[in-house]
């Protein structure tokens, strides 16, 4: 059984929660799914592991198996920004943002560059849909009677990137 299996079942035992309690306050449909995370069947989701901390009153350095450095200091105590760094710090170095970076390390200098400037357009793109989004919600017509037909259409014409390209 992984660790973070055993520790999960640990702390959930001597909190005297079921393993359906637990998957309730999870969102998840049914025990099963703890149970095969606890068994070590199922790897837990790394942004599930923030949640697991909280609803068994624990730390997440703690369910990962960290070492703890300051025996004084558990992270229950942490104000909201150091515990809103630290599930950053987990995504970072255990999600999407690990992979990214391992792959972008790999690429030459100027695929970097490559990669910097299609992030930056893809984001600039991005902020300029949401606020046509903004707009195009926020100003249904008044002149006629509007359907969501009509609406859908109106959206997929903004949608259309050819019609926004020069």
Not at 19 to 44: F, H, P, V
Not at 107 to 114: A, I, Y
Not at 124 to 133: A, C, I, N, R
Request: proline letters at 2%; aromatic letters at 8%.
């Amino acid at each position: 059984m992984p660790e973070i299996g055993k520790r999960i079942k640990a702390r959930r035992e001597e909190l005297g929660m079921t393993q359906e309690e637990l998957a309730a306050r999870l969102g998840y449909k049914s025990k099963t799914t703890i149970a095969k995370i606890e068994n070590g069947t199922n790897d837990i989701v790394q942004s599930k592991v923030m949640e697991f901390a909280k609803i068994l009153d624990t730390t997440p350095a703690y369910l990962m198996g960290w070492e703890q450095i300051d025996p004084y200091f558990s992270g229950k105590e942490a104000s909201n920004e150091i515990y809103q760094k630290f599930t950053k710090n987990i995504l970072r170095f255990h999600g999407k943002q690990k992979e990214l970076n391992e792959i972008y390390l790999q690429l030459s200098s100027r695929n970097q560059d490559k990669v910097l400037t299609y992030s930056k357009s893809l984001l600039t793109k991005q902020q300029l849909d949401d606020e046509v989004y903004e707009v195009a919600a926020a100003h249904d017509r008044t002149d006629i009677e509007t359907t969501a037909e009509g609406r859908q259409h109106d959206i997929d014409l903004m949608n259309d990137d050819s019609k926004w390209e020069e």
